[in-house]
């Protein structure tokens, strides 16, 4: 069974970065994974996605040269980097794994809170 | 840009059906999946491509198309159905972008 353990909350200064992890476990590392942002009480924001083999990567046009996506085939661990952040980045960030019957299975979720 | 527009929210009582549209120009071409969402969890695959249920999911979820529209309806609504219901699609660019729909919140009275 496929599960999706993602790194834990994060509380980072106004400029700054995070990286946010998601290990895949239960099967292989091949199929796409999604990272899918949102923030207190809004809706559901597609952010990116890897094909982890080999390595091919898409990013939602408003996050284009703010955030790298990249993925560890040794470990089965994809990562999340959020550059530059600003408190609009506060938000629950969930992985995904995605097949052509969609997200069907996701992260825990990963809490990012902007503060200074 | 591609949107996806759904109505904010539903009120439906227990036993009665809910139906809840998704529209957008993309849809045409594009297929339609739909997610539930609870309180404080991550969300859960209903529907994938416009009609098909993943097995775990119960027969009274359904999902149709028609055009640039899409429905994904809830027969004889229970409270534990009380949710946010989110459908998504990709764009027709070539990198196929997700989108997701603004949500809606569906009530059980």
């Known amino acids: 069974q496929v599960q999706l353990v993602q790194s834990g909350a994060e509380v980072k200064k106004p400029g700054s970065w995070v990286r946010v992890s998601c290990r895949v476990s239960?099967?292989?590392?091949?199929?796409?994974v999604s990272w899918v942002r949102q923030a207190p009480g809004q809706g559901l924001e597609w952010v990116g996605r890897i094909i982890p083999i080999p390595g091919i990567t898409n990013y939602a046009q408003k996050f284009q040269g703010r955030v790298t996506i990249s993925a560890d085939t040794a470990t089965g661990t994809a990562y999340l980097d959020v550059a530059s952040l600003t408190s609009d980045d506060t938000a629950m960030y969930f992985c995904?794994?995605?097949?052509?019957?969609?997200?069907?299975?996701w992260g825990q979720g990963t809490l990012v809170t902007v503060s200074s | 840009s591609y949107e996806l527009t759904q109505p904010p929210s539903l009120s439906v009582s227990p036993g009665q059906t809910a139906r809840i549209s998704c529209s957008g120009d993309?849809?045409?071409?594009?297929?339609a999946y739909w997610y539930q969402q609870r309180p404080g969890q991550a969300p859960v695959l209903l529907i994938y491509k416009d009609t098909l249920r993943p097995s775990g999911i119960p027969g009274r979820f359904s999902g149709s198309n028609s055009g640039t529209t899409v429905t994904l309806t809830i027969a004889e609504v229970q409270a534990d159905d009380e949710a946010d219901y989110y459908c998504?699609?990709?764009?027709?660019?070539?990198?196929?972008?997700?989108?997701f729909g603004g949500g809606t919140t569906l009530t059980v009275l």
């Open positions: 998504q699609s990709v764009d027709n660019s070539l990198s196929y972008a997700v989108v």
């Open positions: 239960g099967g292989p590392f091949s199929e796409t």
């Open positions: 993309v849809l045409s071409n594009r297929y």
């Open positions: 995904a794994r995605d097949n052509p019957t969609g997200s069907y299975v």
